[in-house]
């Protein structure tokens, strides 16, 4: 780790960030290595919305974010805009913790295939109905996984 770190703990993170149960994580610049102070904090366990839209998680930050044993009650997940790419999303595929997830959010993301199926094939992510992966691009869980087009 060669950074300085802009967030000495979890609090300094959730500072003005937390709406009930929701954590608003969006365009703080957040890194890899600044979100693993999250992963121990016992205050994820009550959060069921995270937003990390327009950060710098990437995929190592993605893979932490998919180990982390406090996110079991998370049903929607904001990606966008963070450099994930599909090593990223076969991390969320084999996550044992996101379970409840039902919403997932990526636009902006250099994805290019391979991970959307690990998450339309994952056996832990059962309740995933709803992938959005760029602008008019949605994937919902109808009897299989279809493409949606919105016009």
């Not at 974010?65 to 084999?94: H, I, P």
């Not at 959010?105 to 309740?127: V, W, Y």
């Amino acid at each position: 780790m060669t950074e300085t770190l802009r967030f000495k703990d979890a609090d300094s993170i959730f500072q003005g960030r937390v709406r009930g149960n929701q954590l608003m994580l969006s365009s703080i610049n957040l890194t890899a290595d600044e979100a693993l102070v999250l992963w121990d904090s016992p205050r994820l366990n009550a959060i069921t919305w995270l937003d990390f839209d327009d950060n710098r998680l990437g995929d190592e930050g993605v893979a932490c974010l998919a180990r982390c044993e406090r996110l079991t009650q998370v049903q929607y997940l904001n990606l966008n805009g963070n450099g994930v790419t599909d090593q990223g999303l076969k991390s969320l595929g084999a996550s044992p913790y996101l379970t409840r997830l039902k919403r997932l959010h990526l636009k902006n993301n250099p994805i290019q295939g391979d991970g959307l199926m690990a998450l339309f094939d994952s056996e832990t992510l059962e309740s995933l109905a709803t992938v959005q992966v760029n602008e008019g691009w949605t994937c919902k869980r109808l009897e299989g996984w279809r493409y949606k087009s919105r016009d």
